[in-house]
């Protein structure tokens, strides 16, 4: 995040923000500089990415559900923002240990005597480290003493749209999103990777939650798409998983997407549309 507050520095903050005695390097400044850059940015990647995914891709279709609930995407939308909006101020004070370098963020490619295979690696370890922590904090949201408090806010939509991607009770999307933030503390990582990566997890989140079921044949087995998020969204207690199955396999909680065997949510509004047209 140093390379984005030094840009925003130069771009914005200092010439028309501050005033010239406020320090760039001054602690205040630089916390309160990182809360409006994550702020601004999660919204902007939220709303604008979402967007695109909700006008693009997402089979508007869906909207007919009888689970779909009324004003669904204003409600997402009211809750997504207002998630964002506060899970930026815990999330500023991991971004400022970083900026005051007590991360294993590293610049060059060259600080590390692996090189370029090592930035291979960090993708390969960081996917892994966050799907499977968010695999387990995600099943104790679903504890019968948690969940009714935080993560039922999520739950509320069981079609989902691109905006239910950040539709959660703050704390319980800060939680979720704490192993991006930890890795870096713990294990060496590229800045531009990093910055790279926590765009991707937004993006990932998102098109989860995006309407389309279709994936590859021989990927079902290995990545959790939307198919199998939206069987989470509808029975609970399955495909807590957020990049790949393999934590739902080793937990006994895979479910074989319904969309994939003809029972998903555009077969059940299939059936629905048909019966109303032979009752005609
Ligand atoms: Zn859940
Ligand atoms: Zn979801």
């Not at 370890?125 to 969940?147: A, E, N, P, Q, S």
Request: proline share 6%; glycine share 6%; with cysteine.
């Amino acid at each position: 995040m140093d390379h984005v507050l030094n840009i925003a520095d130069r771009v914005i903050f200092t010439p028309y923000v501050y005033p010239a005695s406020w320090p760039e390097d001054g602690a205040l400044r630089q916390i309160i500089s990182l809360w409006v850059v994550t702020n601004l940015g999660a919204q902007l990647i939220y709303l604008g990415f979402g967007a695109l995914s909700f006008y693009c891709v997402f089979d508007h279709k869906l909207m007919k559900h009888p689970q779909f609930v009324k004003n669904q995407v204003r409600r997402e939308i009211q809750l997504g923002t207002s998630s964002i909006f506060w899970m930026s101020f815990p999330t500023v004070l991991l971004f400022f240990g970083e900026v005051r370098g007590y991360s294993k963020l590293y610049d060059n490619v060259n600080d590390s005597s692996l090189g370029w295979p090592r930035i291979f690696l960090s993708i390969a370890g960081f996917l892994f480290f966050t799907d499977m922590c968010i695999y387990w904090i995600h099943r104790y949201m679903h504890h019968k003493h948690i969940y009714k408090h935080l993560h039922k806010q999520h739950h509320i939509f069981k079609i989902p749209t691109p905006f239910a991607s950040h539709a959660f009770h703050p704390l319980d999307g800060f939680l979720q999103s704490l192993p991006y933030h930890v890795y870096p503390f713990i294990f060496p990582l590229h800045k531009v990777v990093y910055l790279s990566l926590f765009i991707f997890v937004n993006i990932w989140t998102i098109s989860i939650h995006d309407g389309d079921y279709r994936l590859p044949g021989p990927l079902i087995c290995l990545i959790n798409g939307a198919a199998h998020h939206v069987d989470h969204h509808l029975f609970f207690n399955y495909n807590y998983g957020q990049y790949f199955t393999l934590w739902d396999r080793l937990g006994n909680s895979y479910r074989h997407p319904s969309a994939l065997l003809g029972r998903g949510p555009h077969d059940h509004i299939r059936k629905l549309m048909a019966e109303t047209a032979q009752t005609q």
